[in-house]
């Protein structure tokens, strides 16, 4: 079965309780434009979770681009296994969240961040992101 079928019956990795084909797959493997900051966010957590670095680095801002590495977003994705997310506020342009995930050496851990996206060209990106 090809990996796309396999997340259609699966929950969205976002925790929203969808299922990934009508939640953030819309974005992912659909080519919608998330319609919020909140869906964005939502959508990049779900690509870590995929494994997805072609979307992380065409959702972040053109202007924070040259500050990423294709290869370095799919090492962190691939060497952590992501647990789940939690958003614990957002506006119309941020996101504060924690997200949960196993590491290398399959040791919890917690991302905690107060990201900032900006809407241009019909899209939402994510510009940067505040961490403790």
Not at 35 to 47: D, W
Request: hydrophobic share 35%; charged share 25%; aromatic share 16%.
């Amino acid at each position: 079965m090809e990996k796309s079928r396999l997340m259609e019956s699966k929950n969205c990795f976002c925790d929203t309780g969808l299922r990934f084909e009508d939640c953030c797959g819309l974005y992912l493997e659909n080519n919608q434009k998330a319609p919020t900051a909140l869906a964005l966010m939502r959508s990049r957590y779900s690509a870590y979770a995929t494994h997805n670095a072609d979307y992380l680095l065409e959702t972040t801002a053109v202007s924070e681009r040259k500050y990423y590495s294709k290869a370095e977003i799919l090492k962190w994705a691939t060497s952590n296994s992501w647990q789940k997310l939690e958003i614990l506020s957002h506006s119309e342009n941020t996101v504060e969240f924690k997200a949960y995930f196993l590491d290398a050496d399959h040791k919890p851990q917690i991302h905690y961040e107060f990201s900032t996206f900006k809407f241009e060209n019909n899209a939402w990106y994510y510009l940067d992101g505040k961490f403790e």
